[in-house]
Structure formats: structure tokens, C-alpha cells
């Protein structure tokens, strides 16, 4: 199946072209449509085992939060937009039609070989300029390790922590994330 990709566009000119595909996956770079390469058993586990890790700490910990998988859109300026692999937004959940998720506090991208270097440099810069972004979590699959960027006192973000072992407090919104947890062999 080809697929035209428009040429340039806004971020709400995308969502509307985007809600009109039957199928795939895309982000906005600078007004281009960017297609989304599928991903292998690994990835598409790895973001399932950490949504379910989130969520999970969410109900533990009593907030008022969601967590979403793929498939939702982050508005990071007019002609930017991406969609995490895992992200957790501050109650009520959107509405069953939106595309959008307008204030997350947690990102989540899961390293693969096609996204590694955008996930690791454009991204960091992107989600840096939306404020109510408190934490941008890149996990890498290979290294059993999770890159933890996090909202700095004057709002930009801290050097990134790599972090192979231990627990994760991530503050908004005030849940835990065990690493042992996130690379855990199924049982």
C-alpha cells in the first residue's frame, strides 16, 4: 500500500488528515508527515509492560492521572507533534474521539533502530518545550536501562540520569517506577 504523505501542514491540519487514515502511524517534523516504521514483539511488549507498570502505579499511589498508550499525539509547537509510546496525563481522560493529549506530565519512548537517534536528540528538544512535560523516559531495551530527563528548578531539563537499577520517583504525579520492573521477564 502506498500512501501520499502531504508536504507540509500544522499540527492541526495533521490531526485531521491523520484522523482520516485507515492505518499507520505518523508524527510532524517541522510541517512534514513523518510514517512511523513498525516495530518488533520487543518493542510493542516493552511499551505494554510499562504502560501497565504505570497505571498500575497510578492506582497504587491514589492520583488523580491516566496513562495512554501509542497512538496519541503531543503538540510540541504548530508544525511539530509526536506520538510517545507510553504517556500519563492528569485526569479526566479525553474524550473516545480525541487524538490530542494536551497536558502530559510523564513521555515514554521506547528505543528502536529506526527511531533511536531522532528519540534520543529532536525529541529531548521537543518535549523540553512543552512545560507541563515533567519527565521524558527513553528506554532502551538492549541496555536494560531507562534515560531520565526531568524538569529542572527554571524549567528547562536537567542533564539525563541513566538508570540501570533501583526505582524511578517521578514527581508529578507522585508514582514510583521500579527499573526491575520495566525489564522483567515474563513469568
Known amino acids: 500500500m502506498n500512501i501520499a504523505l502531504p508536504t507540509r501542514m500544522t499540527v492541526d491540519e495533521f490531526l485531521a488528515w491523520a484522523a482520516r ?4 502511524r505518523y508524527e510532524l ?19 505494554w509492560r ?18 495512554a498508550p501509542m497512538g ?3 503538540r510540541i509547537t504548530e508544525k511539530r507533534a509526536f506520538e ?14 480525541d487524538l490530542e493529549i494536551p497536558n502530559p506530565v510523564i513521555v515514554v519512548e521506547v528505543l528502536s533502530p529506526s527511531t533511536a537517534s531522532r528519540d534520543q536528540s529532536e525529541k529531548v528538544a521537543g518535549y523540553a518545550q512543552v512545560p507541563c512535560i515533567q519527565h521524558y523516559l527513553i528506554v532502551d531495551l538492549e541496555k536494560h536501562q ?39 521477564p515474563d513469568p
Open 84 to 97: 510517545p509510546d507510553v504517556l500519563v496525563a492528569p485526569l479526566p481522560e479525553p474524550r473516545q474521539t
Open 72 to 74: 496519541m499525539t503531543v
Open 146 to 184: 531507562v534515560a531520565w530527563h526531568r524538569r529542572a528548578a527554571g524549567g528547562a531539563f536537567a542533564p539525563p540520569i541513566s538508570v540501570h537499577e533501583g526505582a524511578l520517583e517521578l514527581d508529578p504525579p507522585g508514582i514510583t517506577l521500579a527499573i526491575a520492573e520495566i525489564f522483567a
Open 29 to 47: 517534523f517541522d510541517g512534514r508527515v513523518i510514517m512511523q516504521l513498525p516495530q518488533g514483539w520487543g518493542h510493542a511488549d516493552l511499551c
Open 21 to 24: 487514515q485507515e492505518s499507520g
Open 50 to 67: 510499562i504502560r501497565g507498570l504505570l497505571t498500575a502505579a497510578i492506582t497504587q499511589a491514589g492520583v488523580p492521572y491516566y496513562s
